[in-house]
Nanobody
C-alpha cells in the first residue's frame, strides 16, 4: 500500500500563490505517474496536472496552463504543485494522486489518493 499526505493549502487573495506538496510513503517503488485533481462537493473530480516518473513529461488541464507548475522529487517521494496567479474560481479541494500508469489524467487511472487539501482564493 501507498499513503499520500498533502499539505500547503490555505487562503490566499486573487493573484497570489500557493505551493501544494504531497509526500508518498509505503510501497512507492512501483509508482509511476503522480498528479493533482480538484473537486467541488457534488461534482466530478477534475484533472489538474500530472507528471511522469522521471519528471520530464507533464500534462496540464487547459485552465491552469501557464499558471500552475507540477514537479517531483523522487528522492523525497514528493510531488509539488506551484500555483501562481490564482483566481477565485481556483477555489476547491485539491487531491494528490499516484499510480502505476504512465500518466494520470482521469480519476480512474489513479491507484492511490491523498485526503485532500482546501485551497480558497478570495476576490
Amino acid at each position: 500500500q501507498v499513503q499520500l499526505v498533502e499539505s500547503g493549502g490555505g487562503l490566499v487573495q486573487a493573484g497570489g500563490s500557493l505551493r501544494l506538496s504531497c509526500a508518498a510513503s509505503g510501497r512507492t517503488f512501483n509508482l509511476n505517474a503522480m498528479g493533482w485533481f480538484r473537486q467541488t462537493p457534488g461534482k466530478e473530480r477534475e484533472f489538474v496536472a500530472t507528471i511522469s516518473r522521471g519528471g520530464s513529461n507533464v500534462v496540464y488541464a487547459d485552465h491552469v496552463k501557464g499558471r500552475y507548475t507540477i514537479s517531483r522529487d523522487n528522492a523525497r517521494n514528493t510531488v509539488y504543485l506551484q500555483m501562481d496567479s490564482l483566481k477565485p474560481e481556483d477555489t476547491d479541494v485539491y487531491y494528490c494522486a499516484a499510480g502505476r500508469m504512465l500518466f494520470i489524467t482521469a480519476p480512474t487511472a489513479a491507484d492511490y489518493w491523498g485526503q485532500g487539501t482546501q485551497v480558497t482564493v478570495s476576490p
